[in-house]
């Protein structure tokens, strides 16, 4: 293995990290990362996101514009979108639960700098106490519904749902 990517971990070896693991690294993982993948972005607090990784790219004599940015959303059709949303929700009680320690959440802190800090802190309490189902209870279904893309399908105007969009069509 080159010695270039020994500095990050291996999912940061392919070059794509986590705003979490550039916080904690002071912004040294761009001397060699390519990019960043981002699991639950915002758009309205898109800067929380962002700013340590322009900081970071500059620390690096990167242009942040020269980094690959990918956000990784779920795309779901439904009719039930608050159902849809409390489902992806519920999910975040494990991410802010489980992902790192007590004292440092990778995931639980990017979700704070979007403006979350009191309910994650809450989930990720009640999660460390092994109350699961009140932690994914706890979740905000707002981060449910803005870190994913969600919505009713599509319809014609006479209301019905086109072919090409029904479970049934072949995508050939």
Known sequence: MPSSLLCVPAVQAVGRYDAGSMMASGGSVLGCANGWLDSA???ETAEGSVFPIRAGAAGAGRSFTDLD???A???EVSEDIDGVARRHARG???TFGRHGSRTMNFKADASARRGYGEDVTAVQRLWL???REAAAA???LEIGRKTNLLGPGPTSSSGSTPSACSSTSSPG
Do not use: D, G, L
């Open 92 to 94: 975040s009680a494990f």
């Open 41 to 43: 972005f915002i758009p």
């Open 138 to 140: 706890r979740a905000q």
């Open 69 to 71: 940015i990918t956000v």
């Open 73 to 75: 959303a779920s795309a």
């Open 129 to 131: 106490q092994r109350e």
